[in-house]
């Protein structure tokens, strides 16, 4: 409790408000969480595909994590891979591959992508056909390697700091070539060769040998000469066509390919010390750089095991989590996570490991690995550290812990309140109403109750406030946690809260406003704002139990469960009655007259509390539980760590598949513990399916173990085998419906006839049903599930992002958009088919299939692009946007002064002067002590160059010769003026104009 104090108060003074998780089971259902509002943390606001750090190689361009910069590099394509090392980046787009360097682009390769034959950091090579490829490297067009094959390329690798193309014979099969810019070397496997990839432990190659199958590596090097060591051999029981992913190396113990064959994707964990291979089919997935992406997840082999990973990873960050893009961002998948609740906004430092990430946080809930650091800004370091409180896993189930206190009324509580009317809970505090006054106690200030003295009928709390009604004034007092009254406002002629759930005040306005349930219970919510002019009260729908400190609610749904939720995070748990409390980090929630669930999120544990009939169980922090017996009116309050200390422990074992039932409770699975008073008789029992087996067990000693076997049971299990990709289909048993996926199972009566029928294959929903009558036996019995196709299916990829209109025999049919990293399953009507393609950047293409039964048909679509011709032209020069005007005198001491026309100086100098100016209408003055002193204007453009001789002549009394030309004469009223235009006489040289 104290650390958690601390920690409030050091979150204060930072303006951060945090708290952490512990995610310990991580799984599919973290994607759903993903896109409702940020739940793991956002590095760049769309797709990337490669980790370049500081770089990430993003969509159209180049996004630099730590500045957030971004530059927009390719913006017609779109990457589709890239391979990066220190300083250099290679990057595979729909238009061709830009080499990049310290994020600019230094060479383009403007080709189909599927001429690339791979990338390999600052090297690219192309299949240039007729048996030839080049090897583009750093250098751009003047690192170019061009290489005789005499095979079909299949994959470049770099041997240290050599290209070299690795590719099969196109003859016999047989001869594996490793060819480099200086040499060539051939294996000859005397076999067929199936595939072949290079990774960190040297050269795989799948090969097919008298139908029998096999993977052998080979140590490749380039020194003293280019060689190959075969190191070992396995055999495997399905060939491979294709191998994406090499991950780990020989000399670590183990290696896992991933690679395909026919429809599926086939993953082989490779044991060198013990020359054995493990297989594991995916179904239909795709390779990325970090494992293999299907039905929306990336499976990541981490420790030992595949995670699966929301979106398409594509890199991992110091073994504690990936990148990976979903939901049109880029995030931050932790493997080992905490939770941190930010509350103000944020921007700093994100350091992962060695890695560090410039981030901007708005307030929100953030998944972030165990270990790692926020800096903001500002240079304040906020360590994640493992967890102090932490929550459930996003959008799951918590299964109940095998724990269930019996609390009988004898037990020695905390403290105990007598008299009491009614109850609420809410903000780490509880609220007991008796006739004469309110007490709040909160276990967070140990021996401190507060109490408020009248007669309340109902009463919330929650936030900084206590809200309490009172029937007799028909008014709703407004107090804080100390107990001094804010306000009152009047509800005379509503009829009177039958429940007040609790109190906040509006952040916008500061305005405190009530939720109540008034009239029948359970009919309507009001939500009243407390203003200057009196309260403005609306319905908000349903029950809905709220904690205003934590953000924590809970509510009702219609599949009778307990739908909890902190911030973005969620949880549901299934429950049986109406009551639930919620109040700080915990929970609890009432599954039958006898028993109530207590969810401690601060804890993480699920605690089934079996109570006396005619109570009332509400949640507070620090592990305390306030009970409240409605026909005596005492509140009891008690900590489950004193009570599970001084009661008698009985452990339940039974089958681990079973779950135990105390006194008609689930309270988990075996072995369970249950705590419970002297001479209790407990009915414990365990079940399967709907059988069970029970014991009427007296609590006698200080440790008892009952053993309980349930009666023995058959199991179905449901195994599906299909052409197109099934993730669930519906399963009547004897007409009993169940929603089943591959794996699902179901315990029947050994010795009865059943009747189960499959039918809804989703999501194409395109297999025929099936059925049979099963008589199933003791144990484990599998139903193979198989989907026979009733319509043809086309499986169509693409090397492009393409528009695909399907015409039938009928006219149109379908239009579907189809990219490499998303091939379609359509189903279509028997006959000849016309596909018609289109893509920005590539010529149209027409397919026809002739689809006449029910099977899958692999299309194929290879777009090719559109031929782009680059000329380097040379840029014009800039416009010029000054001019210069020079000004030069007789006398080397003259003044020269040029101002705008509104009098302001543009340039001062002496006996000589250039500047320049931007285009217009300059005032020029030459002057000396003792000359003249000379004017002019001038009018200068852009660009151009103007010079003036000024010729000073010294003053003297006889009257110069000047030509006075009258210009105008103007008679104003009975007066005459005269303007006159003055030119001194003289000649006009070849040089600048004199002035």
């Known amino acids: 409790m104290h650390r958690r104090k601390v920690l409030y108060l050091l979150t204060l003074a930072l303006l951060i408000i945090a708290t952490f998780a512990s995610l310990t089971a991580l799984g599919p259902q973290g994607a759903s969480a993903a896109t409702t509002g940020g739940q793991y943390l956002e590095v760049y606001p769309g797709a990337a595909v490669m980790l370049c750090y500081p770089y990430l190689i993003a969509d159209h361009g180049i996004y630099d994590v730590l500045t957030g910069s971004y530059s927009e590099l390719w913006p017609a394509y779109t990457a589709l891979s890239a391979a990066c090392s220190a300083g250099y980046g290679t990057v595979v787009t729909t238009g061709g591959v830009y080499m990049v360097t310290n994020n600019s682009v230094s060479w383009t390769v403007f080709v189909s992508p599927t001429q690339v034959i791979g990338v390999q950091p600052g090297y690219a090579a192309i299949d240039l056909g007729n048996s030839t490829a080049a090897v583009v490297g750093p250098g751009g067009g003047t690192d170019t390697i061009a290489l005789q094959v005499n095979s079909t390329p299949a ?3 770099l041997l240290g700091q050599t290209p070299a193309i690795i590719s099969t014979s196109r003859v016999d099969h047989h001869v594996v070539y490793v060819n480099t810019p200086s040499s060539q070397l051939s294996l000859n496997l005397n076999a067929n060769v199936t595939a072949v990839a290079f990774g960190s432990g040297g050269l795989l190659v799948a090969w097919n040998l008298s139908g029998s199958y096999g993977l052998s ?13 075969l190191a070992r051999s396995w055999p495997l029981p399905l060939p491979l066509t294709k191998v994406y992913e090499v991950l780990g190396n020989y000399s670590s113990g183990y290696m896992v390919v991933v690679g395909s064959s026919r429809n599926y994707t086939v993953v082989y964990l490779l044991e060198p010390s013990h020359g054995s291979a493990s297989l594991q089919f995916i179904g239909d997935a795709m390779p990325t750089p970090v494992g293999y992406y299907a039905d929306g997840y990336t499976y990541v082999f981490v ?13 991992l960050i110091s073994g504690s989590a990936a990148l990976t893009t979903y939901g049109g961002g880029t995030y931050i998948y932790p493997f080992r996570p905490v939770t941190f609740k930010l509350s103000v906004p944020l921007s700093g430092y994100l350091e992962v490991g060695s890695l560090l990430f410039y981030v901007g946080l708005a307030p929100s ?7 790692s650091a926020l800096r903001s800004a500002g240079g304040v370091a906020l360590s994640i550290e493992p967890p102090i409180t932490y929550y459930p896993s996003a959008l799951t189930t918590p299964s109940l812990s095998s724990v269930a206190i019996v609390i009988s009324g004898q037990e020695r509580p905390v403290t105990s309140i007598s008299g009491v009317l009614s109850v609420a809970s809410g903000d780490g505090a509880l609220l007991a109403i008796t006739p004469s006054q309110a007490i709040i106690y909160s276990p967070e200030l140990p021996g401190l109750e507060v109490t408020i003295p009248g007669y309340w009928t109902a009463g919330g709390i929650g ?3 206590v809200a309490l009604y009172s029937a007799t004034a028909g008014l709703v007092y407004i107090y804080t946690l100390s107990g001094t009254q804010v306000t009152s406002y009047s509800v005379a002629g509503a009829a009177w809260p039958a429940k007040m759930y609790y109190i906040g005040t509006f952040i916008q306005t500061g305005v405190p406003y009530v939720v109540a349930e008034w009239g029948t219970p359970g009919s309507l ?4 704002e407390v203003g200057p ?6 319905s908000v729908g349903n029950a809905t139990e709220y904690d205003y400190s934590t953000g924590l609610s809970a509510s009702l749904t219609g599949t009778r469960s307990l739908a909890i939720r902190v911030g973005n995070l969620s949880v549901g748990i299934p429950i049986y009655g109406t009551s639930f409390y919620v109040n700080g980090l915990a929970v609890s929630a009432e599954q039958s007259p006898y028993s109530y669930y207590l969810v401690n999120l601060s804890s993480g544990s699920v605690t089934t509390l079996v109570v006396p009939l005619d109570y009332q169980v509400l949640p507070l922090p620090d592990d305390q539980v306030a009970l409240f017996n409605q026909s005596s009116g005492i509140v009891n309050i008690y900590s489950l760590g004193d009570l599970m200390d001084q009661l008698p422990v009985i452990v339940v074992l039974g089958p681990p598949e079973s779950e135990v039932a105390v006194n008609g409770t689930v309270i988990g699975r075996p072995p369970a513990v249950v705590y419970a008073p002297y001479f209790t008789t407990l009915n414990v029992s365990v079940i399967i399916g709907r059988s069970d087996e029970y014991s009427l067990v007296t609590v006698t000693s200080q440790y008892q173990e009952v053993n309980l076997t349930p009666p023995a049971l058959a199991k179905l299990v449901f195994r599906v085998s299909s052409p197109i990709p099934v993730t669930t289909f519906t399963v009547f048993i004897n007409g009993t419906k169940y929603v089943a996926s591959n794996g699902f199972s179901v315990n029947v009566t050994p010795g009865f006839t059943y009747l189960v029928q499959e039918s809804g294959f989703a999501p194409y929903y395109d297999c025929m049903p099936a059925g049979a009558m099963i008589t199933p036996s003791i144990g484990i019995q599998y139903i193979d599930v198989s989907c026979s196709l009733i319509r043809p299916v086309l499986y169509i990829t ?3 992002t393409a528009n695909v209109t399907v015409l039938g025999p009928g006219g149109f049919h379908e239009e579907v958009n189809v990219s490499p990293l998303a091939p379609r399953y359509l189903v279509v009507p028997a006959g000849m088919l016309e596909l018609r393609a289109s893509a920005v950047g590539y010529f149209n293409l027409t397919k026809y299939i002739n689809a006449s039964s029910p099977s899958v048909y692999n299309v194929s679509l290879a777009m090719v692009p559109v031929p782009v011709v680059t000329t380097t032209t040379t840029a014009p020069p800039p416009r010029p946007t000054k001019g210069y005007l020079t000004i030069t005198s007789n006398v080397p001491t003259a003044s020269i002064v040029i101002t705008y026309l509104n009098g302001t100086t543009a340039a001062i100098g002496t006996g000589r002067l250039t500047a320049a100016l931007p285009p217009g209408t300059y005032a020029v003055t030459v002057s000396s002590p003792g000359y003249r002193t000379k004017t002019m204007t001038v009018t200068l453009s852009a660009g151009a160059s103007s010079s003036y001789t000024a010729v000073l002549t010294r003053q003297s009394h006889a009257m110069p010769a000047y030509v006075w030309a009258i210009v105008a004469v103007v008679v104003i009223g009975g007066g005459v003026g005269a303007w006159f235009l003055i030119r001194r006489r003289g000649i006009l040289t070849g040089g600048p104009p004199e002035i």
């Open 155 to 157: 994959w470049l690798a």
């Open 217 to 229: 590596i080979y140590w490749l090097s380039t020194t003293p000469q280019l060689s190959a060591v």
């Open 303 to 315: 420790n030992g095991s595949w995670l699966p990973v929301p979106g398409y990873a594509f890199a």
């Open 365 to 371: 809930l953030y998944e972030l690995p165990a270990g």
């Open 463 to 465: 936030g900084p406030y």
């Open 525 to 528: 919510m009001t939500l009243s």
């Open 533 to 538: 002019s009196g309260p403005v009260v609306s």
């Open 798 to 800: 693409s090397n492009a």
